[in-house]
C-alpha cells in the first residue's frame, strides 16, 4: 500500500523560505512521477509541482521561478524548496506519486491516498 508523509510545513514571513519533504513507502519510488498539491481554505486542490521518474519536471505558473522541486530516490524522498514566500502561498500542502507529469504542476494517474499535508502559513 502507497503510504506518503509530508513534512516541514510552518509559519514563516512574506519572502522568507521553507522546505518540505515527503517519505515514501509501498512504491518503486524511482519508477513514479511525484508531485506537490496545495489546497488553501475554501478552494480546490491544485497542482504545485512535479518531478517525473526521469527527473523531468513541471511547475505551475503561480510557483514557477520561486519554488523548485527535487527527489532522492535512494532515501525514497521527494522535496520542495519554497524561497520568496507570498500570502497567497498559505495552504495545506500535499505530496502525491502517479504515472506522469501535467504541464501546470500536476501528478496524473495517482496512486495510492492523501497524506495528512504539512500546513504552509505565509504572514503579510
Known amino acids: 500500500q502507497v503510504q506518503v508523509v509530508e513534512s516541514g510545513g510552518g509559519l514563516v514571513q512574506a519572502g522568507g523560505s521553507l522546505r518540505l519533504s515527503c517519505t515514501t513507502s509501498?512504491?518503486?519510488?524511482?519508477?513514479?512521477?511525484m508531485g506537490w498539491f496545495r489546497q488553501a481554505p475554501g478552494k480546490e486542490r491544485e497542482g504545485v509541482s512535479c518531478?517525473?521518474?526521469?527527473?523531468?519536471?513541471s511547475s505551475s505558473g503561480s510557483v514557477k521561478g520561486r519554488f523548485t522541486i527535487s527527489r532522492d530516490n535512494a532515501k525514497s524522498t521527494l522535496y520542495l524548496q519554497m524561497n520568496s514566500l507570498k500570502a497567497e502561498d498559505t495552504a495545506m500542502y500535499y505530496c502525491a506519486a502517479g504515472s506522469f507529469c501535467i504541464g501546470d504542476g500536476r501528478v496524473g494517474s495517482r496512486v495510492g491516498d492523501w497524506g495528512q499535508g504539512t500546513q504552509v502559513t505565509v504572514s503579510s
Open positions: 509501498g512504491l518503486a519510488f524511482d519508477q513514479y512521477a
Open positions: 518531478s517525473s521518474w526521469s527527473r523531468g519536471t
